[in-house]
Structure formats: structure tokens, C-alpha cells
């Protein structure tokens, strides 16, 4: 990025700041006339000085130019105008007056307005200029920048300027114009009172500017306390099971409230200096007026000035004074401003972080990596300048410890900081393009790396390089945005075109692209995880049209199967009529699935709606009653366990830090206190809705209450569907509810706590009836869309690195490094894992940085590391590979420290 400021606006904003400046300067007649007009409203109309010979009438809107002497003088008479009354003068030159505010406040909307659009176009332009820099940090430069840093730098930091950036060149512009304009209508009106008024406005701008220095130091060092702390709260986030483990909660809390009173300290020097500025500022504007008071009224006591005069002054003073403080303030903010900017440029600067990776795109076709893979004089430095490679040299035919690790990184683009050559045939590994490289060679590192999103973002990431295809869109949003695109330097493509390279995959459409994925899945053990993330997803009946269609059919069938194979006692099916022992008492109430969040948990007792519904229904009472049982029960079974005990678990009612609130409400009901207050029965009214009475057995539930549940069923959904609420999806028996998980669909009902090993007998007879109607690959597909959660956290390690490992594979790379991929999972399935990999990559080059060398038979070539050296040992050759591969037959490649 440009090293001025001022540059990099005016280098992308040229046009724009020239065409607002050149409305400005259109705007000052307007402006300079409604300066005048107050004093021709007094003095020609009010005062009556154009009826002073006695005339009854005077002209208006006469418009003529008085050529000046040395073009032989005379007037030149444009418009003669109209004969108007001292009423009708003073109406006409009012209403002139009334025109001119309109065209001044439309022109100021105009260039606030463009000044806005500008700004934001630009702050848009210098995002995406930063977020494009973050995409080409290499490896090596991640390790010296905080992500939470850079992301507040970008997010946050540059706000400021680009709200500054739209009044770079256009605030001077148009607010200095109006200033002169106003000052040198004073001085036409009163050279002295002129004078004064410029001799203020000369101490303003040279006092103020120069107290604001202080402002500027001080706002830096809050922005950089406030980029530390934004980045130590991120490093205790990220660790914060170090934190649990060690119990160092108080080092960490005082540790941060330092940090807030430094903040806290700064700040409050920057309001003690700013508003003392602020104040005199304020004294200086005020002390004009006191001149034009005394000096003009002087002036006018004496005759030299007349009244409209002075009051023409005053009201041009008034217009003074904001545009006055406004560049004041300006001046403070470019200041600010610049600060904030060089701070940004020097965090992404070259020199700090080193080379940038090129991401231009191959000029030449992309070929595929094979030939001779050669090491020549390869040094590679540790972080304290001891070298962990020295002289290295190698030469193998294409297809750990430290070193191997550090070379496995280096083969795969993953580290530039080395010294020597790497070549693949002809070509210098380094010189290659980020494109070709991206393309032809996978990294599966030991800490795999997902983003938010389905686990299917996540395996076909690789294969999102660029559109080849546009989607259909609105013809005139399409010209919109892709001409906002080209004016702030972002790109043109939408996310919402065709960006999943099907081909390279051998895939036609998306259908045939998740037969491959779950294949891929299923080689790499996850083939069961991904069907019990399917039965556990949500079914989009348009989406998944072929499932949703069929889906009652299976659950029928379900049915059928447990009544024939004496399993009908495994599940309590939902039953429009019925109460289901296996729910809560307010699930049976609803008899859906909530879809808002105040229609779940807790939230659903203090539901408006929910609550008229068993008012009506004469059942609130019933249930708070329940509730005081329930608390008294729980309070007595929890007294004296500490939190986290199991019994906390199974009654889940009420939680460890709930129970003092539940103890100090019995203890009102208890002294006879009177009614209950509303938020106790909300608290109370609580607990029973979340009673099962076939896995809590209190014995709160008898036939007579449960016929009432089922009878206030129907009041509930008519109090609902009348207010309109669409917070609850209903059951339907025979229909689907996409609210409810695949599995509540399949079964519709609950699972029987009173029967032993009941779930996994009711997951085989699942498993079996999908199998049975062909459903296995649909309910996988939905499995695809279960979301991975930040940086992968709601997966295993195991299932991150299988997912990781599968996003290597799908992009069908030439060259495959395995760098410590496997250290989430045991040595059985390791070897596993190792030998799909030497199966599948038989035509292509495989990298593997192993612990020993007991593992490395089926390799082609064993690199081992010793005392800083490369040792290529060639291995038995397996017997389905030949024992002198051809020149460009790929490599399979085994790293190890000897």
C-alpha cells in the first residue's frame, strides 16, 4: 500500500473528489447570495430604504451588471424585474431568501451524501487491499502476527479512515470555501469587523492545533493497548484449557484488569486534554460576537455602520463558526487519522514480515509436477541460528524429527526460509506460481485446519480455484454490483457462481461429486460418522427431495418392523390423542418442535403466548404446584453435593448455581409470605415442563393430568397459529417436520427409558430399514452437511485430520506430503491410513515423514537425516511396482531421522 495517506486516496479517488469539489464551488454564489439577502430584508424592506424618495412601489428581481469604467462603463439591464409594495418587497425577498436556504440544503445533502458513498467505497477498496496482503502471508510471516490483531486492524482500525477519506480533500474544500466566503462578506460589510474576526480565527487555528499534539500521542498509545488487549483476550480464548488445568483464573484476571487500567489511564487523560480544548475552542468562538456587540454597535451608534449591516455581520458570523470548528477538527482527524494509517501499513509491511508469495497466475499451462525432484546446497536455519539442514543434496524420481518435518514443509510450499534449490524436472519449486502449486500439491499437516462451515465447504475447498460458471442473477443487481466491484478494486466474481471444479474430480453435477466424497469418507473410516451425522441433521424437503418424499414410507416401515419383531415396546410413538410417557410435559403440550428461542427451555414458561394458552386451559396452577414439588424434591436430593456430581445430570432440572435461588423461594412459600411473585411461578412453572415421568419417576403424573395435557394440546396450537406465531413446527404423522433431526422423523416418537440397551437395538433396526429402502447414501448426504463448527471444534481430532486428510485427496494432487497427519489416531489405523494412501497414489508422488523407519518397505526412496545431512537410501521395490521406475514415474518417498 501507498506510504501517504493522502496518495493512496487521491490515486483511487481522483475522479470523484474532483467532480464533489467542482458541485462545491457551484455552490458558493447560492451561499455568498443568502449572506446578503438578510441585510436587503432590513434594510430595503423593513427600514424602507427603497421607498426613501417617496416612490410606492420598488423593483423587484431586477436583474443588470454595471460594467466597469475601463470597459466604458453603463448597466446592462438583463431583467427589469416587477413593481412591488413594502409588504410585497419584504414577501418576495423573504420567500428569495426561504429559496436559497432549499438550494443550499440540497446542495449540502448532495455533497454529504456523495462524500459518504465515497468513503465507503473506499474503506471497502482499502479492506479488500488488506484481507488480499493477509492471503499472501507465507508461512514463516504467520508466526509473527497475531490473527486477533490483524483481523481488529482490518475490521475495526481502518473504520476511522475510511469515514475520513470521503473529507480528505472535499471538507477543506467546501468548508474553507464557505469561511472566506463568509469572512470576506464581513470585511465588505466592515474592514474592522473583518479584521477582528480574522485575527480570532488566526489564534483558533494556530492555539487548538497545537494542544491537540498531546491528543494524538495519547490516541496511539490507546490504540495499540487496545490492539494488545483484543489480542491477549484472543491467546486466553485459545488456550483456556491450559488455563482450567493450571487454575491460573486469578493470574489471568488480574493479569487483564491491569491492562483495562492502563487503558482506563490513558483514556482518561486523552477526555481530561480533549475537553479542555474543547473549551477553550468554545471561548474563542464565543469572544467574536463580544466584538461585533461592542465594536458594531459602536460603529452603528456613530452612523458609520448601519443596522442591517451589522445584522447581516452577525448572521454571517453565525455561519462561521461551524465551518471554522468543523476544519478544526478536520485538521485533528487527518492527524489522527495519519496515525492510524501508517499504523496499518507498518503492520503489513514487507520489511516486517518479509516477502509476500506472488499470487499471480501461471503464464504458462499448467503442467504436471514430475521429473526428477533435486535438492542442491538446501540450509535451513532454527529459530535461534542453529542449522537444522547444512549442504543438504538429494536427487530422487517423482511418481522425522525437525529436518524431515522442515523439508516435508519446504517440498510442500509450506516454508520459504531456506537457502540452496529445489527443482522438480526444470522447474525451481520456488519460482512456480501459488496457482500451480495449489493445484499439483497437498500438505496434510498435524494440526489439520477447517473453517466453519459443512464438512462438504470443507472437502471441496480445494477445488474452488475459480468460477466456470455464472448462475443466473438479476440482470440490473448483477450491472450494479459488478460496477461497485470494478470502482473499489474487488473482484467481479460472486460467490453464488459455479465455483466447485467438478471435472477434476471426474464428476458431472453435484450429485455424482457427493458419491465420490462419501466414497473417499468411507475408505478414510468415516463412513459411520458421517450416517450418524445424517440421522442427527435436518432434512430440507427441496434439497433433499428424493428423502423427504420417502420419508414417511420408512417410518411406516420402521413401524412395521418393531411390531414384528416384538420391538413395539422400544418406542412410544407420537400420537395426536395420546400422551408419549417418554417426552416432556412440554413437549406433549406443544407437540412439535420449537423453532424460535422463545419457545425453548426455559424460555417457553415466560411465553406470552404459551402461558394464555394453560391459563385458559385452567393448568397453570396445576403445573407451578408441580414445580414446588419438584424443587422440594431436589433440593433435598442435590443438599450437599458438589457441582458436577451425576445426580445433577439425571435430575436436570435444576442446576448446581440454580439451587440457592430454588431453596431461597421455598423458603418465602415456606414463612407464608402470600401469593407467589410472578418470577418465582415463572421459575417454578419451569421445572415441570421439563419432566419426564418415564425417566425421573417422581410420580407427579397421573392418567387424569395426562388427559389434561392432551386436551390442552389443541389449545396451545389454536392460541398459536391465531396470534400468528410460527415459532413451533407441529407434528404431522403423516408428514415431515423439518425442525425435528433425521432420526425423530424416521422414528416420530421417543425412545423408552425403561427398556435396557434400548437405543442401540432401535439404531440397528434404523440402520436396517434405510439399508433396505436404498436411503443409505441419501441420509449420508445429509451427514455432508453437518456443520464443523470454529476451526473444526465440534469434531474429534480424529475426525478433523480424516477430513483434512479426504480434502487433500479430492483435489487429486500430484504430489501428496504427509507430515504428522496420523498422530491423532493409533498405530493400527495409522498403518491403515498409510497403505490406502500408497494404494491410491500408485500414478501419483507421495511424501511421508515417518517416526522410524519400520513403516518405510513399501516406499520407493528413504531419506533419512543426520547431523544436519540427507541421506537418500533406495528401498526394496514392492512387487506391484517395477524395480527401476521410467524417468517421470512417480515417487513414493519416505522421510525419517536416522
Known amino acids: 500500500m501507498e506510504k501517504s495517506l493522502f496518495r493512496y486516496i487521491w490515486t483511487h479517488s481522483r475522479r470523484d473528489q474532483m467532480i464533489i469539489c467542482a458541485v462545491v464551488l457551484a455552490s458558493l454564489p447560492f451561499y455568498f447570495m443568502s449572506l446578503d439577502l438578510p441585510r436587503q430584508i432590513v434594510n430595503q424592506a423593513i427600514q424602507g430604504e427603497a421607498f426613501r424618495e417617496g416612490n410606492p412601489t420598488a423593483p423587484f428581481l431586477n436583474l443588470s451588471f454595471d460594467w466597469p469604467g475601463w470597459l466604458g462603463g453603463g448597466t446592462w439591464e438583463i431583467f427589469e424585474g416587477f413593481q412591488v409594495g413594502r409588504v410585497g418587497l419584504l414577501m418576495g425577498l423573504s420567500f428569495i431568501f426561504l429559496f436559497f436556504v432549499i438550494v443550499n440544503g440540497a446542495f449540502k445533502y448532495w455533497i454529504n451524501v456523495s462524500k459518504g458513498v465515497l468513503g465507503e467505497r473506499m474503506l471497502r477498496r482499502m479492506r479488500f487491499d488488506l484481507f488480499a496482503m493477509v492471503l499472501r502471508f507465507t508461512p514463516d510471516a504467520l508466526r509473527t502476527v497475531k490473527s486477533s490483531e490483524t483481523a481488529t486492524i482490518i475490521k475495526d482500525e481502518v473504520e476511522p479512515i475510511g469515514g475520513f477519506i470521503g473529507d480528505a480533500f472535499i471538507t477543506p474544500v467546501f468548508l474553507g470555501t464557505q469561511a472566506i466566503t463568509a469572512l470576506v462578506f464581513i470585511m465588505v460589510q466592515n474592514m474592522w469587523l473583518g479584521l477582528i474576526a480574522l485575527s480570532v480565527i488566526a489564534v483558533q487555528f494556530t492555539i487548538i492545533p497545537r494542544l491537540r499534539r498531546e491528543l494524538l500521542r495519547l490516541g496511539k498509545q490507546r490504540q495499540l493497548a487496545s490492539r494488545q488487549l483484543a489480542g491477549r483476550i484472543a491467546e486466553v480464548l485459545d488456550g483456556i484449557e491450559v488455563v482450567h488445568v493450571h487454575n491460573a483464573y486469578g493470574w489471568e484476571r488480574a493479569e487483564i484488569g491491569h491492562r483495562l487500567f492502563n487503558l482506563f489511564s490513558i483514556r482518561l487523560k486523552i477526555y481530561n486534554r480533549k475537553f479542555f480544548v474543547k473549551t477553550l475552542n468554545n471561548f474563542l468562538a464565543q469572544l467574536t460576537p463580544f466584538f461585533f456587540y461592542a465594536i458594531g454597535g459602536y460603529f452603528a451608534l456613530r452612523g458609520t455602520l448601519d443596522i442591517g449591516q451589522l445584522v447581516a455581520v452577525i448572521a454571517a458570523y453565525r455561519e462561521l463558526p461551524p465551518p471554522l470548528k468543523e476544519l478544526i477538527d478536520w485538521d485533528q482527524q487527518r492527524l489522527d487519522v495519519q496515525v492510524k494509517y501508517d499504523q496499518v501499513t507498518q503492520h503489513f509491511a514487507e520489511d516486517r514480515l518479509g516477502p509476500l508469495i506472488e499470487m499471480r497466475e501461471a503464464a504458462e499451462a499448467d503442467q504436471p509436477l514430475v521429473g526428477a525432484l533435486v535438492g542442491e546446497e538446501i540450509r535451513v536455519a532454527g529459530p535461534h541460528g542453529d542449522l537444522i539442514l547444512e549442504g543438504g543434496a538429494f536427487a530422487v524420481e517423482l511418481p522425522g524429527g525437525a529436518a524431515a518435518s522442515l523439508l516435508a514443509r519446504i517440498l510442500a510450499r509450506r516454508s520459504l526460509e531456506f537457502s540452496g534449490r529445489i527443482r522438480i524436472g526444470e522447474r525451481d519449486l520456488t519460482q512456480l506460481p501459488a496457482s500451480v502449486t495449489g493445484r499439483r500439491i497437498a500438505y496434510a499437516g498435524v494440526d489439520p485446519i477447517l473453517f466453519p462451515g459443512s464438512i462438504r465447504d470443507n472437502l471441496v475447498y480445494g477445488l474452488r480455484s475459480k468460477p466456470l460458471g455464472r448462475m443466473k442473477e438479476d440482470r440490473q443487481e448483477m450491472d450494479r454490483r459488478i460496477a461497485e466491484a470494478l470502482r473499489t478494486g474487488n473482484p467481479i466474481e460472486s460467490i453464488s457462481d459455479q465455483w466447485v471444479d467438478y471435472e477434476r474430480l471426474g464428476a458431472k453435477d453435484e450429485n455424482e461429486l457427493d458419491r465420490i466424497l462419501l466414497d473417499l469418507l468411507d475408505k478414510v473410516g468415516m463412513g459411520d460418522t458421517i450416517y450418524l451425522f445424517g440421522l442427527a441433521g435436518r432434512i430440507d424437503p427441496e434439497r433433499h427431495a428424493s428423502l423427504a418424499e420417502r420419508l414417511v414410507e420408512a417410518r411406516h416401515r420402521l413401524r412395521d418392523t418393531f411390531q414384528s419383531n416384538g420391538m413395539a415396546d422400544l418406542v412410544e410413538p407420537f400420537d395426536p390423542t395420546r400422551y408419549n410417557s417418554q417426552a416432556t410435559i412440554a413437549e406433549n403440550l406443544l407437540f412439535g418442535v420449537p423453532i424460535s428461542d422463545e419457545f425453548r427451555g426455559r424460555n417457553l414458561a415466560d411465553n406470552a403466548q404459551f402461558r394464555s394458552a394453560i391459563d385458559r386451559a385452567e393448568m397453570t396452577d396445576d403445573l407451578v404446584h408441580m414445580g414446588l414439588q419438584i424443587a422440594e424434591t431436589m433440593t433435598e436430593i442435590f443438599e450437599g453435593l458438589p457441582p458436577g456430581h451425576s445426580l445433577f445430570e439425571q435430575f436436570s432440572f435444576i442446576g448446581a448455581d440454580e439451587l440457592t435461588e430454588f431453596q431461597a423461594i421455598l423458603r418465602r412459600r415456606g414463612r407464608g409470605e402470600g401469593t407467589l411473585r410472578r418470577e418465582d411461578r415463572t421459575r417454578l412453572l419451569s421445572l415441570p415442563l421439563a419432566y419426564i415421568e418415564a425417566r425421573h419417576r417422581l410420580g407427579l403424573l397421573d392418567e387424569a393430568m395426562m388427559g389434561r395435557i392432551v386436551e390442552a394440546r389443541g389449545l396451545v396450537r389454536e392460541v398459536l397459529e391465531k396470534a400468528g406465531s410460527d415459532g413451533v413446527e407441529f407434528y404431522d404423522p403423516q408428514g415431515i417436520c423439518t425442525a425435528a433431526p433425521l432420526r425423530d422423523n424416521l422414528l416420530f416418537g421417543r425412545v ?147
Open 752 to 898: 423408552s427409558y425403561q427398556v435396557a440397551n434400548a437405543r442401540a437395538r432401535v439404531g440397528e433396526a434404523v440402520a436396517a430399514v434405510v439399508r433396505e429402502l436404498d436411503l443409505q447414501e441419501e441420509v449420508d448426504r445429509v451427514g455432508l452437511e453437518y456443520q464443523v463448527g470454529t476451526a473444526g471444534r465440534l469434531l474429534s481430532p480424529q475426525e478433523r485430520a480424516s477430513i483434512n486428510l479426504v480434502r487433500c485427496l479430492v483435489k487429486r494432487p500430484d504430489i501428496l506430503v504427509i507430515d504428522g497427519a496420523f498422530a491423532s489416531f493409533d498405530e493400527a489405523r495409522s498403518q491403515q491410513l498409510m497403505q490406502l494412501l500408497l494404494d491410491m497414489f500408485d500414478q501419483q508422488s507421495l511424501f511421508m515423514v515417518l517416526p522410524n523407519d519400520r513403516q518405510a518397505g513399501d516406499f520407493d526412496v528413504q531419506m533419512r537425516f543426520r547431523d544436519g545431512q540427507i541421506i537418500t537410501d533406495k528401498t526394496a521395490a514392492p512387487a506391484s511396482r517395477p524395480s527401476k521406475p521410467e524417468p517421470d514415474a512417480p515417487q513414493r518417498i519416505a522421510g525419517e531421522v536416522a
